[in-house]
DNA sequence: CTCTCGATTAGCT
DNA sequence: GCTAATCGAGAGA
């Protein structure tokens, strides 16, 4: 942790709006230690996920599982899962004990450990190391050890460094690919992103409008 | 047990 | 723009 930057507690997480928990993390770094080394990002791009109510959430109707269990922690630890047999997708649990919400990073600007995350991505442009919710895990080597982990430990962490991001430099989207939850969920603007940067990632995984399944 | 499908990505047409 | 890759969670029999 550099000396200019205060490592996120319990009551940052503890908030139980996570739209606003989601628009917080904008700026905030992302920090893994990982057995081939360290490295860091600054969160560009997030989605918060809603209580029992939420369509799209996997805790959809206060739904435990073993997979799901986490999310009912209180606010501050990592839900990690296998999306698409392929791709681990890192949240943090945010809110209260018992109410489920949750925040999908789903990109970050890498701003440290470039060399470490040039080795986990090879072949791969910059620019497409981190921008991605699979990427996002792949570039900081997020994987399902991380379940459960406590953000206020030494292993994976979020810092406050002070940047601040303009309103008019954020942009609020429709969550990706939740269309499975129905119009009103679906539409729902819970996507965060910093348009100050480069392009905005998953874009590109959005289905047309009509062509959605059901 | 069996079946379906996904909070995605990369690579090709 | 289209789709294979790849596998476990969750639901239902």
Same mark, same amino acid.
């Given at each position: 942790?550099?000396?200019?930057?205060?490592?996120?507690?319990?009551?940052?997480?503890?908030?139980?709006?996570?739209?606003?928990?989601?628009?917080?993390?904008?700026?905030?770094?992302?920090?893994?230690?990982?057995p081939?080394?360290?490295?860091?990002?600054?969160?560009?791009?997030?989605?918060?996920?809603?209580?029992?109510?939420?369509?799209?959430?996997?805790?959809?109707?206060?739904?435990?599982?073993?997979?799901?269990?986490?999310m009912?922690?209180?606010?501050?630890?990592?839900?990690?899962?296998?999306?698409?047999?392929?791709?681990?997708?890192?949240?943090?649990?945010?809110?209260?004990?018992?109410?489920?919400?949750?925040?999908?990073?789903? &990109?970050?600007?890498?701003? &440290?450990?470039?060399?470490?995350?040039?080795?986990?991505?090879?072949?791969?442009? +910059?620019?497409?190391?981190?921008?991605?919710?699979?990427?996002v895990?792949?570039?900081? &080597?997020?994987?399902m050890?991380?379940?459960?982990?406590?953000?206020?430990?030494?292993?994976?962490?979020?810092?406050?460094?002070?940047?601040?991001?303009?309103?008019? +430099?954020?942009?609020?989207?429709?969550?990706?690919?939740? +269309?499975?939850?129905?119009?009103?969920?679906?539409?729902?603007?819970?996507?965060?992103?910093?348009?100050?940067?480069?392009?905005?990632?998953?874009?590109?995984?959005?289905?047309?409008?009509?062509?959605?399944?059901?």
């Open positions: 942790m550099t000396k200019t930057g205060r490592k996120l507690v319990r009551a940052d997480y503890a908030d139980p709006k996570p739209t606003r928990v989601a628009r917080y993390f904008l700026g905030k770094f992302l920090c893994v230690r990982a081939d080394g360290y490295a860091e990002g600054m969160i560009t791009e997030t989605e918060a996920y809603g209580g029992p109510e939420d369509k799209a959430s996997h805790a959809c109707g206060n739904r435990r599982t073993p997979r799901t269990e986490i009912f922690a209180p606010g501050g630890v990592s839900y990690v899962y296998l999306c698409y047999g392929l791709h681990h997708l890192f949240n943090i649990i945010t809110g209260p004990i018992d109410s489920p919400e949750a925040v999908l990073i789903r &990109a970050v600007k890498i701003t &440290a450990g470039q060399e470490i995350v040039r080795r986990r991505r090879p072949g791969v442009a +910059e620019k497409h190391w981190a921008s991605g919710p699979g990427r895990s792949a570039a900081l &080597a997020i994987g050890h991380h379940y459960g982990a406590d953000l206020g430990g030494e292993t994976i962490w979020v810092e406050d460094r002070g940047v601040k991001l303009p309103a008019r +430099e954020v942009k609020r989207t429709p969550r990706i690919g939740v +269309e499975y939850a129905g119009k009103i969920w679906a539409a729902k603007p819970w996507r965060f992103v910093w348009a100050g940067g480069e392009k905005p990632a998953g874009v590109t995984a959005r289905a047309r409008p009509g062509s959605a399944r059901r």
